[in-house]
């Protein structure tokens, strides 16, 4: 499954029946595409109007949106992701696409700066080629993450997708195809993980974003910093959803951590994943979770009312059980699921585990999948303490009934995003990104344009007196 040393194959973890097949690019077919994209960079792109730009970003968001389903459909096909959500993320990479489309040309406005030059000032210009590695996970959002402030901005796009998604890559490139783009502005690359290092070497690639693990992550970033590259590196999460005593809509706080916690079958990196909650309440929000969770449905991605499709591969699926069972002969409570899905598809139950410890498997290593591992803190010092406890630092949220007290407590979580009363997202208009093992820089809002530009600075002589 995923690729051979010839093919990337997707398989539909629902039926386990094959997808789609695509033949990798071979060393000559890899350096015509990194060329063809230089030169659409020199002989084209970088010399369009911010105009033009944004006229051709807003026909792809429409091309995508007037044909949904022939572009959600391969995601609920090749990854498992309902069909409901899949239509969603769609919108949402258009949303992106608009968004730049729309601000792109303000946030790289030249800003004029006063110094001893009759006119100085700063401008963005973008880099040239820029390469895009992305996961199977959000297949179409996590690629516009990238492509349109990259776009946006002037650059060049090389997408290299996940070898379980290549259907969707292919439809990514045809949206742009028929919006009218020009030839080689934004290509696809069908390569193995091996064949990363050459290419991210080669002189023409000026910029690398990677959305992985942060063991591909320390690899990527490695051989870029080598290279003396701009990387942008969105890795992965534990986040801490902190529940505080004095949350005054304890239902609220429940469904939007069960939300966070399910939406996608729980394959997000941002997804609620270590539920830390203070004693007094704990109980009760565990009897919360549980009503939530059970009302759920697992089922065929495809069906209009299924809310949990399967998890797109089966080593995953065994890897969550290891998970689950080691935490349990730690110590954990199970309260809901951990067993073994009979039947159809690649099927991880919604699973909730209490009296987690610090130390146990669920809360040091990423679960990428339905389970909630549940804390409980004496006060809100703790809270903060086990929240910071872990190698990642991607999002985070807090519920509290005191907003002020909330905003100086997210002061002192050490991720890269904080929602106070609500779900961890990533939104076009805000920059997202981590710190420790989950990345470096940022996308989207107008500093994820900025990471892949040039930023001149010009001074205009002479001299004042």
């Known amino acids: 499954m995923g690729y ?38 020199c002989n084209e792109w970088q010399d369009t109007t911010y105009e033009q730009r ?25 990854m498992g992701k309902p069909i ?94 028929k919006a009218g783009f020009p030839k080689n502005v934004v290509q696809n690359l069908v390569v193995g993980h091996s064949s990363l290092e050459t290419i991210i070497r080669n002189p023409i690639v000026k910029g690398i974003s990677l959305t992985g693990s942060s063991k591909a992550g320390t690899s990527v970033g490695a051989i870029a910093g080598s290279e003396i590259k701009p990387v942008v590196l969105e890795l992965g999460g534990s986040d801490p959803a902190i529940i505080l005593k004095d949350t005054q809509d304890l239902e609220k706080a429940a469904d939007i951590i069960t939300l966070s916690r399910y ?3 729980g394959q997000s990196c941002i997804a609620a994943k270590r539920i830390i909650v203070e004693e007094p309440i704990y109980e009760k929000f565990i009897e919360l979770l549980k009503q939530r969770f059970e009302k759920l449905k697992l089922g065929d991605p495809k069906d209009e009312t299924t809310t949990i499709g399967p998890i797109a591969r089966k080593e995953l699926v065994d890897q969550m059980h290891e998970q689950v069972d080691k935490s349990v002969a730690a110590g954990a409570r199970l309260i809901l699921g951990g067993q073994r899905y009979e039947g159809k598809g690649f099927f991880f139950p919604l699973t909730i585990l209490a009296d987690v410890e610090p130390g146990m498997v669920v809360s040091c290593q990423e679960t990428f999948g339905p389970i909630a591992a549940i804390i409980k803190v004496k006060d809100e010092k703790e809270a903060i303490k086990v929240a910071n406890d872990t190698e990642y630092g991607l999002g985070g949220s807090i519920w509290t009934g005191d907003t002020q007290k909330g905003k100086e407590l997210a002061k002192k979580i050490v991720t890269g995003q904080v ?26 809002g107008p500093h994820g344009i900025k990471m892949f530009v040039n930023t001149q600075q010009v001074w205009v002589g002479p001299a004042k007196g």
């Open 4 to 41: 051979s040393t010839t093919h990337f194959k997707s398989i539909n973890p629902y039926t386990q029946e094959d997808v789609y097949e695509v033949k990798m690019h071979d060393t000559q077919e890899t350096t015509e595409i990194l060329q063809n994209a230089q030169e659409a960079f």
């Open 54 to 78: 944004a006229k051709l970003l807003n026909a792809v968001a429409k091309q995508m949106k007037d044909n949904l389903d022939y572009y959600a459909l391969p995601m609920t096909e090749e």
């Open 84 to 177: 409901n959500e899949a239509r969603g993320e769609v919108k949402k990479a258009a949303l992106a696409a608009e968004h730049y489309a729309e601000f792109g040309e303000d946030y790289l406005k030249t800003e004029y700066l006063e110094s001893d030059a009759t006119e100085s000032y700063v401008q963005y210009l973008p880099l040239g080629v820029t390469l895009g590695i992305l996961p199977w996970n959000a297949p179409f959002w996590l690629a516009f993450r990238y492509l349109a402030p990259a776009l946006m901005s002037g650059n060049t796009c090389i997408m290299k997708h996940d070898s379980h998604t290549p259907l969707c890559a292919i439809r990514i490139i045809e949206a742009f195809q």
């Open 263 to 265: 939406i996608n079958a």
């Open 419 to 444: 929602s106070i009363n609500g779900i961890v997202k990533s939104d076009p208009r805000l920059p997202s990104g981590g710190v420790k093992k989950s990345g470096i820089g940022k996308e989207l």
